[in-house]
């Protein structure tokens, strides 16, 4: 499967099964798709694949340009660079056999919130239900329930999640602690991770944070009347004024790194490359702003309609983070951030997060679900902490879920980078795990598209430096 496009004077090139990706010239940019019905039908003979492009000779493409180019694509094809086939369907199948580990735990520490945001899928942190917050007894045996359930994986992640954490620190705190003790004899080690919204952070919490936490995600949507719009305390007023001194603090006090400044954009403002910039503007340097997944019903929900504007923002902020970088003040935008050498291995590169299988999340009663946004939909009840897995349907359901599983996902050019979406979104959307939401694929395809770009700009950039050295 090929996947062409053009974007930023960039003419590129990826062939999906091999993940290889090629910026070529405008001559090969027009062969190859000449080329991949001939290719797919057998055809390989050198002289039978000129004759077929012969027609793209003309001012500008002469013969040689056309012939060299298909020389180019002929050889790329035999390298299994162009045209690879897809080696994956039987593998992601015999993966899902092997007997499940449960890898990462997210911890809803907290069924209560400080702040009232207008889109919060947890409905200001109750879940569906009633407040609580998860006592440090339930806590101690969702991480003995994953040291137990986690095979000979060695490190196992936990993300403290709310609701908001920091209602409930010191349950927090003892839980690292626990935590800590049991490593060394499980033969394991913890990778803790808080989420906030900064309310109640302060330098004794940072402090032990900056000790304990491999990261950090910091909630905070941009600009100021973004922000105060869609995230305010309960009577109304903003939080952007308290927070964004506490979570500047932070993310120097880490060095930059190991943290995310995580915001969420809306049909309210579309132009969310301000809000990127005004965060990289305050210092950040790690962030990661996210479209909305609402009902149409909302009326801050991202609308079809609003897709053209979405890629035009998606265009304009690939280029600005080129520009910055030149300047020497660049910063990390999330969903750009691909790695075309290795990535992530084949397995999660099929199913994706894991929820339901390896990845839960944990209620305060001690509950365990596929993931944070099924919590509170009796449905999706998997089991609890003290049983462990009794649903074990539910989890084969989750375990099947992959690219290959999705009827949506198997023409899709960037299934192997997004690895089928999310089970959640699918659900509330269609009501089924191994659908589609596609106001979310038509954006994750563009911003695969604007990686691969800054990839391609950057390895241009470090080509033209050798050369000004040789």
Not at 108 to 127: K, P, V
Not at 135 to 146: H, N, Q, T
Not at 462 to 469: C, G, I, K, V, W
């Amino acid at each position: 499967m090929i996947h062409q496009y053009k974007n930023n004077g960039y003419n590129i090139v990826m062939d999906v099964n091999s993940g290889s990706v090629h910026v070529v010239d405008d001559v090969v940019y027009e062969v190859v798709p000449l080329i991949e019905p001939l290719i797919e039908g057998g055809v390989r003979d050198r002289d039978t694949v000129q004759a077929a492009v012969a027609g793209l000779v003309r001012p500008g493409f002469d013969a040689e340009s056309v012939r060299e180019a298909v020389d180019e694509v002929l050889e790329l094809e035999k390298a299994g660079q162009l045209f690879a086939p897809d080696i994956y369907e039987n593998y992601v199948f015999d993966f899902k056999k092997r007997s499940t580990v449960v890898k990462a735990l997210c911890l809803h520490i907290s069924h209560d919130c400080n702040l009232a945001c207008t889109y919060c899928f947890a409905g200001e942190g109750e879940y569906h239900g009633r407040r609580a917050l998860m006592s440090f007894e339930v806590g101690k045996k969702a991480l003995d329930f994953l040291v137990a359930n986690s095979g000979n994986r060695v490190n196992l992640e936990v993300d403290f999640f709310g609701g908001e954490p920091l209602m409930n620190w010191q349950v927090v705190k003892d839980l690292v602690e626990y935590g800590r003790s049991i490593e060394k004899a499980a033969g394991k080690r913890f990778r803790f991770t808080l989420t906030t919204n900064g309310v109640l952070l302060n330098e004794e919490i940072l402090e032990f944070a900056n000790r304990e936490m491999s990261n950090l995600v910091l909630s905070i949507d941009g600009r100021k009347q973004v922000h105060d719009r869609m995230r305010p305390f309960r009577g109304g007023q903003g939080s952007y004024d308290l927070i964004v001194p506490k979570f500047q603090r932070a993310a120097e006090s880490r060095g930059q790194m190991n943290y995310y400044v995580r915001g969420t954009f809306t049909h309210y403002n579309l132009d969310f490359s301000e809000d990127v910039k005004h965060l990289a503007d305050l210092g950040f340097q790690q962030i990661s702003v996210e479209p909305v997944v609402a009902q149409p019903s909302d009326p801050y929900a991202i609308r079809q309609e609003d897709l053209p504007i979405l890629r035009e923002e998606y265009d304009k902020l690939a280029k600005e983070i080129l520009a910055r970088r030149e300047a020497g003040k660049g910063f990390n935008f999330f969903h750009f951030m691909i790695d075309l050498q290795g990535g992530p291995c084949v397995a999660k590169r099929l199913s994706g997060c894991g929820s339901g299988t390896e990845y839960l999340a944990v209620t305060p009663w001690g509950d365990l679900y596929p993931c944070h946004q099924f919590v509170g939909q009796e449905q999706f009840k998997m089991g609890n902490v003290d049983e462990g897995i009794t649903n074990t349907a539910l989890r084969d359901e989750f375990k099947g879920c992959n690219v290959y599983a999705k009827e949506k996902c198997r023409e899709c050019f960037a299934k192997f980078y997004c690895s089928g979406g999310c089970a959640a979104n699918s659900y509330n959307f269609h009501g089924n795990i191994n659908d589609a939401y596609e106001i979310g694929c038509e954006l994750e395809r563009k911003r695969v598209e604007c990686a691969v770009m800054i990839k391609a700009a950057e390895a241009e950039k470090e080509e033209n430096r050798e050369d000004e050295e040789e």
